[in-house]
């Protein structure tokens, strides 16, 4: 282990706010009680737009939502991004690659094969929620 910096995909932060029992949200918490979980301006705008969405109004309030949100921008360590990466096949997925490269992160930490299938990126782990929680 580096330095206990890892980096959380929107899907995977989503799933961790949405259903506090799951797999996601154990690795959330221990991301978060291991070290420091990272998100740059971009990264945070994605998640921030996605979970907004009135689709997610059905799970829990959009208040609630927001709180998640708030939170998570508060305990999040933000990092500026040094460099442009255009290595996934989802150019979408790139900023999450940009943002562990440029804090040296631990790991990436998703459920998203355009991201997984780089593992490792740049001597970076890509993991899913069950191998982080099972190798870190």
Do not use: H
Not at 35 to 50: H, M, P
Not at 96 to 124: H, M
Request: aromatic share 12%; glycine share 2%; with cysteine.
């Amino acid at each position: 282990m580096r330095n206990n910096l890892f980096v959380i995909d929107t899907n995977t932060l989503i799933s961790s706010s949405l259903f506090r029992n799951s797999i996601p949200r154990k690795a959330e918490r221990k991301a978060n009680e291991t070290g420091k979980v990272l998100a740059s301006s971009s990264t945070y705008d994605e998640f921030f737009k996605v979970f907004i969405c009135p689709k997610f109004d059905e799970y829990i309030s959009r208040q609630t939502r927001l709180e998640i949100l708030f939170e998570f921008k508060r305990i999040a360590l933000f990092i500026e991004i040094s460099e442009r990466i255009t290595a996934c096949r989802d150019p979408k997925d790139d900023k999450f690659l940009e943002l562990a490269v440029a804090a040296n992160a631990s790991c990436i930490i998703t459920g998203d094969k355009d991201l997984l299938i780089l593992n490792p990126f740049r001597n970076i782990p890509i993991l899913n929620a069950v191998d982080f929680l099972n190798n870190f």
